[in-house]
């Protein structure tokens, strides 16, 4: 019949994807929920164990479930792509190096032991040949980079901790896939060779990324820019998180792989905060589209009919977990806070788990049955997942104190200081001086805890969730001062509030000129270059000690200090000059 419309039947589950999102996005916000829980409980509505089990006698039940989860398989990978594609955004390779302990130290350790003792147990105990033990042990080890990430973030010591454990299993994904393969009964000779090749090829792929995009990113973004076109740009970003995740397949490493380096190729350019932002919706729905797919593989009806055997799974993977990873995070030196909140967190299974237990069925090392026991168990630990990170930080508060996040202060406007290192407490000292109230707001618990002890008012947050300045009350603060030592961090900062709060006043630690330029871009109200001020004050003193005379000396200072501010003018876009001032007693002559 002429102009009869027809859906699709990935055209009617994209419109039941979105009309899930329009309904848990904002309800769940509303009562202070994370929506990742909303995903999944959607996932098990409207998938083939929810109503998709009345279709046959409700038809129009059809227009409202997802009776075909394997539709939905791609665009969840490409929301895990997109996840690893923003870490990579929010890193550097700066900080990935910094993070070389933790990546390989600690993320080899939790994965081999948590895998190992896994797979003992399961040989002993259950019957399973070593091939299934070991596939199972493994599977079971992994944490979900999905889920975990978007609860903890990367900058909080818990962060860091689930960031390089993370990581290392990203890595491990493709070797362990290979070697159950070649451990499987029906497995060809040359299963290690086929590894050896592809670890190989995926190496050279790396590094040739790694140097095209170092030199070609910023022309393509530049370019990009130029245009003003947000089509453009949105278009160029996913031709390179695309382009590099199919190079790493291509080799048969896993997509994630090249969507992290191009996230750490982009995040050292200038352009990285806007591709963080235009990327941002996407990501959000493709991550929904996996938990719905997630939420999709759990029957009920099959865990209430084995809800004791179940239980006891669930229960047995959490607590082994999360004391194995606990335990090596204190022994490597974390607080005993940041030990448990991080070993609770990331307790449960992960996405990667259901891809090994897959690879295991099909190369006939563990039978359907068990899979499938085990797939539920998975399951349902990612569901509990933001539950189980209330419940760590709940437990790290009683086993170690933690300063939190004070509520802000209807009745005082104070300035806020992010970053409470040696700089951040000079300043504090000098507010206090001038009977100035203030807030010291740091991430790092250690550091909360010692300033208090030294009687600064401060507090435990991370600044770049904007809840932790909103409960400070950042609205009515007649300042803020950002006084910690990560240029990239800072930068991201100073966009961020500008774009919040547009008659803020931003006052910014520099390291030197050209990060003193680039906060004055992103917004900055003031920026202060550490090493210009140092330098000069050092010239002064060295030159009036060997006989120079004061006059000529001040006099050259404030030449080189306003050469460097017609500098600053120029690079950071600026109308005028700005102010660089040592001390009140030697002011600018401009």
């Given at each position: 019949?002429?102009?009869?419309?027809?859906?699709?039947?990935?055209?009617?589950d994209a419109l039941v994807i979105l009309g899930s999102a329009g309904i848990v996005i904002p309800v769940f916000a509303r009562f202070r929920i994370t929506p990742i829980i909303g995903f999944i409980l959607i996932g098990i509505?409207?998938?083939?164990?929810?109503?998709?089990?009345?279709?046959?006698?409700?038809?129009?039940?059809?227009?409202?479930?997802i009776s075909d989860p394997d539709r939905l398989t791609p665009f969840a990978d490409f929301g895990i792509i997109l996840l690893l594609f923003a870490i990579g955004l929010e890193l550097s390779f700066n900080r990935l190096w910094q993070l070389r302990r933790l990546v390989f130290g600690l993320g080899s350790l939790e994965l081999l032991i948590i895998g190992s003792v896994s797979a003992a147990f399961f040989g002993y105990?259950?019957?399973?040949?070593?091939?299934?033990?070991?596939?199972?042990?493994?599977?079971?080890?992994?944490?979900?980079?999905?889920?975990?990430?978007?609860?903890?973030?990367?900058?909080s010591p818990v962060g860091r901790a689930a960031l390089s454990m993370l990581l290392f299993e990203d890595i491990m994904i493709v070797p362990i896939?290979?070697?159950?393969?070649?451990?499987?009964?029906?497995?060809?000779t040359d299963g290690m060779s086929g590894l050896t090749t592809t670890l190989v090829q995926g190496g050279i792929v790396i590094i040739a990324l790694l140097v095209i995009g170092r030199f070609a990113l910023p022309r393509l973004f530049s370019q990009a820019a130029r245009t003003k076109s947000p089509e453009l740009f949105l278009a160029a970003s996913l031709l390179v998180v695309i382009g590099a995740s199919l190079a790493t397949a291509a080799t048969g490493l896993s997509p994630i792989v090249g969507a992290l380096i191009a996230g750490l190729l982009i995040a050292e350019t200038e352009y990285h905060g806007e591709v963080e932002s235009i990327m941002q919706p996407f990501k959000g729905l493709a991550l929904g589209v996996f938990l719905i797919t997630i939420g999709m593989s759990i029957d009920v009806m099959e865990i209430w009919r084995n809800l004791g055997e179940i239980f006891a799974a669930v229960v047995g993977v959490l607590v082994f977990k999360a004391i194995i990873t606990g335990c090596l995070l204190k022994l490597m030196g974390a607080r005993r806070s940041?030990?448990?909140?991080?070993?609770?967190?990331?307790?449960?299974?992960?996405?990667?788990?259901?891809?090994?237990?897959a690879a295991a069925t099909s190369a006939l090392v563990i039978d359907v049955e068990t899979a499938q026991f085990w797939q539920i168990v998975t399951a349902i630990g990612l569901t509990i997942t933001p539950v189980l990170a209330k419940l760590g930080r709940v437990i790290a508060r009683r086993v170690e104190a933690?300063?939190?996040l004070p509520d802000g202060d209807e009745s005082e406007a104070r300035t806020i200081i992010i970053g409470g290192g040696r700089v951040g407490r000079l300043i504090a000292d000098m507010l206090v001086t001038h009977d100035q109230p203030y807030v010291i707001l740091d991430s790092d618990p250690d550091m909360i805890d010692n300033a208090k002890r030294d009687g600064y008012r401060a507090a435990f947050g991370d600044a770049a969730r904007g809840d932790a300045l909103s409960r400070l009350g950042i609205e009515k603060a007649p300042a803020l001062v950002l006084?910690?030592?990560?240029?990239?961090?800072a930068q991201?900062?100073?966009?961020?509030?500008?774009?919040?709060?547009?008659?803020l006043l931003i006052v910014a630690r520099a390291r030197d000129t050209d990060h003193a330029a680039s906060l004055y871009r992103a917004g900055a109200s003031h920026s202060v270059p550490e090493n210009l001020e140092s330098s000069l004050q050092l010239s002064e003193a060295v030159l009036v000690d060997i006989g120079v005379a004061m006059g000529p000396v001040i006099a050259s200072i404030h030449a080189k200090r306003d050469e460097y501010r017609e500098r600053l003018e120029v690079d950071g876009g600026l109308n005028q000059k700005p102010k660089l001032r040592t001390s009140a007693a030697d002011p600018d002559p401009a």
């Open positions: 019949m002429a102009g009869e419309l027809t859906l699709s039947p990935v055209m009617s509505l409207i998938g083939p164990y929810g109503l998709g089990t009345l279709v046959n006698r409700v038809p129009w039940l059809s227009h409202i479930t105990y259950s019957g399973m040949n070593t091939t299934a033990a070991l596939a199972l042990g493994f599977a079971l080890a992994f944490s979900s980079t999905a889920i975990v990430l978007p609860i903890s973030g990367t900058r896939i290979f070697i159950l393969g070649a451990l499987a009964p029906n497995a060809a940041t030990a448990t909140e991080t070993g609770v967190l990331m307790a449960s299974p992960s996405e990667t788990s259901l891809i090994v237990l933690v300063p939190e006084s910690m030592d990560e240029p990239v961090l991201r900062l100073v966009a961020k509030l500008r774009g919040e709060y547009p008659d």
